[in-house]
């Protein structure tokens, strides 16, 4: 049985494929300066990263099936050590 605390089960399925919500990222992504360092917490199937081809991206989330996700998992309490200060911090979903 899934911990009932866990988003894990809803998010797993995601990876690899394009959200419908991807025009948000895009909006985002033509607010982020070039040559920032972007967390993206939430990361999802990183779709933000391709709208920022001069950036240096970082995600963050409950799946890390994309090689170099950090993983995390508020809702348990898996709060992790970041690598880095980043300039921009996106949390959209």
């Known amino acids: 049985m899934p911990d009932p ?3 894990l089960h809803r998010w797993k399925k995601l990876p690899g494929t394009v959200p419908v ?4 990222n895009t909006f985002i992504a033509n607010l982020i300066p070039d040559h920032s360092t972007v967390l993206d ?3 999802g199937s990183q779709t933000l990263r391709l709208h920022l081809p001069s950036c240096e991206y970082t995600a963050v989330d ?3 099936m994309i090689p170099e996700t950090i993983h995390a998992d508020f809702n348990n ?3 992790p050590e ?3 200060t ?3 911090v996106v949390c959209s979903g």
């Open 5 to 7: 605390n866990s988003e």
């Open 21 to 24: 919500w991807d025009e948000r």
């Open 41 to 43: 917490i939430g990361a």
């Open 62 to 64: 409950i799946i890390t």
């Open 77 to 79: 309490n898996i709060i």
């Open 82 to 84: 970041l690598p880095a």
């Open 86 to 88: 980043y300039d921009v």
